[in-house]
Structures are given as C-alpha cells and as structure tokens.
C-alpha cells in the first residue's frame, strides 16, 4: 500500500517568513496530493490540491510543488500569519483513499 | 445538512464494551469514509464506502471492527468487545465521488476506553 512521510513534525517561524513542509510518497500509482489543515480539536479541512499532470499550484499565499519522479511534493506558505498555526497534512491517493502524512505542527510567532 | 454530522462527539466506555459512531454525511455526497486519528498522528484509514457497499475495508484493524451504510446515507462504525488500545477520534468524511475531490470532514467521535 501507500506509505507517506513528512516532515518537519514541527516547525517554528517568525510571523512573516515562509514556512515549507515537505512530503514522500512510495506508489507511483499515486494521482492526487491534497493538504489538510487542522487546527486543535477541529476537523481537517482541505487547503489545496494538486493533480499529478501539474508540476505547481498556487492559491494566494500558499503554493504545492509534486515532483513525480522524485515522488515527493510540498506545501509552501508564504507571509505567514498567527492563524496559519496548526497541524498540517499531506495525503496521496494511489486508487480509492487518502493515505495521510503524520502531520507537521506548525507555529507562527509575533 | 449542511455538513458531516458525528454523533456522540465524546464517548466513555468500559473495555469488553460495544460501542457504535454514527456518521450522517452531506446530503448527495455517494463516498462515505471512516479515519481514525490517535494523538499526535495523522489520520488511518479504516473503510470507504461508495454508496452502500464497503468498496475498500482493508484499513479496518481486525473483525472487532464493522461498518455499515444500509441506504447509501447515514453509516455505523461498530466496535465489539473494545480494548483501551481503541481508543482514538474516529473521523468521518463524505465526498461527492471518488477520493480525488475535497473531502468533508466532520467534527469527529472521541472514544475512550477506560
């Protein structure tokens, strides 16, 4: 099956750097990479997503790079905000479910 | 509804128990999916149903757990003779097709097993 990796686990920056999580995936069946945003005691909600005949997306401030060779893609966030701060995940769906990344905590400080 | 609607949102049980987790999905939505989320982890698969039959319960981690959706709508996650180890949120999610699209998650049921 899929196995997903990601890291940092955690990542600490300074309001208004960016930050950049990165992810691994083993099946190049693989199509699809979302990334969920889950801030504490919430339900994840979708972020952005991007589809394996694309190399880049960007929305706004945040930005998904899938490198398929490689398999591995990020999530990149620009001018980062204290409500950027929460738990982030990466997915990859090789066939009919997400198979989850362990997640990176991410805090903006002042 | 306007959303994925978990019931219980908490719930407390004693090991050996029975428990069952309702998930009522957003009205429309054909794919239905169970996840369980363990502090500090990322979400684990359990059951994908795409209207009312289980197309892929390989995740579920052995036969103390089941699932049901009856009418291609509201779903059962049920859990016989519980183990502390069970303890968990387990998640909900419903999407208008297959897993390619945004997944809408619900606020999840926390299941402690004492």
């Known amino acids: 099956g899929e196995n997903v990796e990601q890291h940092p686990s955690t990542l600490s920056v300074q309001e208004g750097d960016s930050a950049v999580i990165k992810c691994t995936y083993s099946d190049s069946a693989s199509n699809y990479f979302p990334w969920y945003k889950q801030e504490l005691g919430k339900r994840p909600q979708l972020i952005i997503d991007?589809?394996?005949?694309?190399g880049e997306k960007k929305d706004q401030r945040i930005a998904v790079t899938l490198n398929k060779t490689a398999k591995h893609f990020s999530l990149h966030i620009t001018e980062t905000q204290p409500e950027d701060s929460a738990v982030y995940f990466c997915?990859?769906?090789?066939?009919?479910?997400?198979?989850f990344g362990t997640g990176t905590r991410l805090q903006v400080t002042l | 509804g306007a959303g994925v609607s978990q019931t219980p949102s908490n719930k407390v049980t004693e090991k050996g128990k029975y428990v069952e987790l309702r998930c009522d999905p957003i009205?429309?939505?054909?794919?239905l999916y169970w996840y369980r989320q363990s502090l500090g982890q990322g979400p684990e698969f359990l059951i994908y149903f795409q209207g009312t039959g289980a197309a892929d319960d390989s995740g579920l981690p052995n036969d103390r757990f089941f699932a049901v959706r009856p009418e291609g709508s509201v779903s059962t996650l049920k859990i016989q003779r519980t183990e502390r180890g069970d303890s968990a949120v387990y998640l909900c999610a419903s999407s208008t097709g297959g897993s390619t699209g945004e997944l809408f998650f619900g606020e999840g049921s926390r299941l402690t097993v004492l």
């Open positions: 009205s429309g939505h054909t794919a």
């Open positions: 991007i589809r394996s005949n694309v």
């Open positions: 997915a990859a769906v090789p066939a009919s479910k997400l198979t």
